[in-house]
């Protein structure tokens, strides 16, 4: 019987399981704890909402969003959100809606969520020849990279009407990104600067910048 050298066992390697990336569907009324809980891990671990809200469950049912989407991993808990809010009025006889409350917990980072979430509502405004803008915290580097990548283009600065915790006054960046129809069709640039100027739903909620680095 041929005997073992322990000094050359050889190592096995270990066994890479897949990783299940979370599903992304529609919110559902009887989501909106599990969303509340994500927040509330986000705000902790990032300070989004920059201020916490008084009522995170009307902060996320309000303004009446068109179209709510989270992200729920094989346990069926959300760790991943985002809304869509239709502004009112149009810009340049073109409708127009605000995404906003995206955020993806820390632990279902790096499963490229963030970039889904936002491609769902990219998708929704497509099939409605709707163009989109979002407002981000000046310090919210990560996300502006994300807008950029997908096509998003910083139109415009602002200080926000709210203030941070101490205080002091909030930068604000300001992305469009225009819904393309079949053919040439681009935006000008003033266009879209008046759009991203005009008061977005989440303006008065303290936090408008996203979490989902």
């Known amino acids: 019987m041929a005997r073992v050298d322990p000094g050359r066992v050889p190592l096995r390697r270990p066994v890479r399981r897949p990783v299940n990336r979370p599903a992304i569907r529609r919110r559902r009324a009887t989501d909106l704890d599990g969303c509340v809980a994500a927040l509330a891990e986000v705000h902790r671990v ?11 469950h009307r902060w996320l049912r309000e303004p009446h ?10 346990d069926a808990a959300v760790v991943g959100h985002v ?3 239709r502004i009112s009025g149009q810009v340049d006889g073109r409708p127009t809606s605000e995404v906003a409350r995206l955020f993806v917990v820390p632990r ?3 499963l490229a969520l963030g970039s889904a979430l936002l491609n769902r509502s990219r998708q929704w405004a497509d099939k409605r020849a709707t163009d989109l803008v979002l407002e981000l915290a000046g310090d919210g580097t990560a996300a502006a990279a994300l807008y950029e990548r997908a096509g998003w283009r910083c139109v415009g600065t602002s200080t926000a009407p709210w203030t941070a915790p101490d205080g002091s ?3 604000l ?7 393309r129809a079949p053919g040439p069709d681009v935006a000008p640039a003033s266009t879209a600067r008046r759009r991203a100027s005009r008061p977005a739903a989440s303006r008065s909620s ?3 910048s996203t979490s989902i680095s």
């Open 173 to 179: 960046r300001h992305y469009a990104l225009r819904h």
């Open 46 to 56: 990032d300070g989004y909402p920059l201020n916490w809200p008084a009522d995170p």
């Open 169 to 171: 006054p909030v930068s």
């Open 108 to 110: 279902a980072r790096g």
């Open 83 to 85: 809304a869509v809010h």
């Open 65 to 74: 969003p068109a179209r709510a989407w989270v992200a729920v991993d094989a």
């Open 206 to 208: 303290g936090g408008s």
